[in-house]
C-alpha cells in the first residue's frame, strides 16, 4: 500500500481506535489496487456482488437509494480514510449506491485479503467493527435531521457535522474548510430544494453565523469555502452533540 493510501486510511481508524505498531506494518501491508474516478461515477451500484471494498483516499463521496420512479434519496456523505461499503465483507448484495461526488481517489482492498487481515490482527477486526458502528450512528442522526429538524437547524447539523469530521483528519480548522458541493448537492442530503437551501444559507449568513462562498446551484463542480463564524449558537440552533460521532479510542 503506498504512503498515502495507509496515511488516509489509519489516520480515519486511530480517531476512534488504538492500534499497536504490528497493526500498522499490518495495515501498510494490504495488497491494494488503485483508480481514479470522476464526478458522478457510480463506484458500487445497488445490486452489485462485490470482491473488494472502496477506501475513499482523496475525495468525497455519497451513498444513495433511488426509488422506482427515479428520486434519489442522499443517506450519507463520506471523506477521505472512509470505507464507505465496508458492510459489503458480509453482506453478499449491495443494497444502495456508492457515487463519487467529486474527482475520487479510490483503493480497492479484496475481501479475502480484509478476512485475512482480521483473523490475523484481532485488534484491526475490531477497528472495522467499530467503523461500521460509528457509521451507523452517523446515519441514524442523519435520519433524525431529514425527518425531525427545521430547515434552518438541519442544514446547520449537516455543516457542523462536517467540520468535526473534517477537523479530525485535518481538513479543517478554526471553523473553515473546503466542500465541493453545489446546493442541489446540499439540497439533496438535506431533503429539502435547491432555492430553499440557498434562502437557509442567506438566513445563516445575515444572522452572522456562517459565510459561504462559490456555491453555484447548477452541477458544475466548485470549490465552496465555508466558514462557520459562531459555533456554539450554531450548536444550540443545531441541538448538536458530537458525541455520536465517538472521535476518540475506546478506553
Known amino acids: 500500500m503506498s504512503a498515502s493510501l495507509a496515511t488516509a486510511l489509519l489516520t480515519k481508524l486511530m480517531l476512534s481506535n ?18 481514479d474516478v470522476k464526478a458522478r461515477h457510480v463506484i458500487v451500484a445497488d ?37 464507505p461499503d465496508l458492510q ?38 475490531a477497528a472495522l467493527w467499530r467503523t461500521t458502528l460509528i457509521d451507523a450512528a452517523i446515519l441514524r442522526e442523519w435520519i433524525v435531521n431529514v425527518g425531525r429538524r427545521s430547515a434552518t ?24 474548510f473546503g466542500l465541493p ?17 440557498n434562502r437557509v444559507l442567506q438566513l445563516l449568513r445575515a444572522e452572522g453565523l456562517l459565510t459561504v462562498s462559490r456555491l453555484p446551484s447548477g452541477r458544475r463542480r466548485a470549490r465552496s469555502e465555508f466558514h462557520l463564524l459562531q459555533q456554539e449558537k450554531l450548536e444550540e440552533l443545531a441541538g448538536f452533540d458530537p458525541a455520536y ?5 475506546e478506553s
Not at 21 to 26: E, K, P, R
Not at 68 to 80: C, F, K, N
Not at 181 to 192: F, K, N, P, S
Not at 245 to 249: E, R, W
Request: net charge negative.
Open 18 to 35: 488504538h492500534l499497536d505498531g504490528a497493526d500498522v506494518q499490518a495495515i501498510q501491508r494490504l495488497p491494494i489496487r488503485t483508480q
Open 47 to 83: 445490486g452489485d456482488r462485490s470482491t473488494e471494498c472502496s477506501l475513499l483516499v482523496e475525495g468525497f463521496a455519497f451513498r444513495s437509494k433511488t426509488t422506482p420512479d427515479g428520486e434519489r434519496q442522499t443517506v450519507s456523505m463520506h471523506i477521505p480514510g472512509e470505507i
Open 88 to 125: 459489503s465483507l458480509h453482506l453478499n448484495v449491495m443494497d444502495h449506491d456508492l457515487i463519487a461526488l467529486t474527482p475520487c481517489v479510490i483503493g480497492f482492498i479484496s475481501h479475502g485479503s480484509l478476512k485475512a487481515l482480521n483473523i490475523e490482527r484481532p485488534n484491526i477486526a
Open 153 to 176: 437547524a438541519r442544514t446547520a447539523h449537516l455543516l457542523l457535522a462536517l467540520h468535526h469530521r473534517l477537523r479530525a483528519i485535518g481538513m479543517a480548522q478554526d471553523g473553515e
Open 181 to 197: 458541493v453545489t446546493q442541489t448537492d446540499l439540497a439533496d442530503c438535506l431533503g429539502l430544494s435547491a432555492v430553499h437551501v
Open 245 to 249: 460521532l465517538h472521535q476518540q479510542p
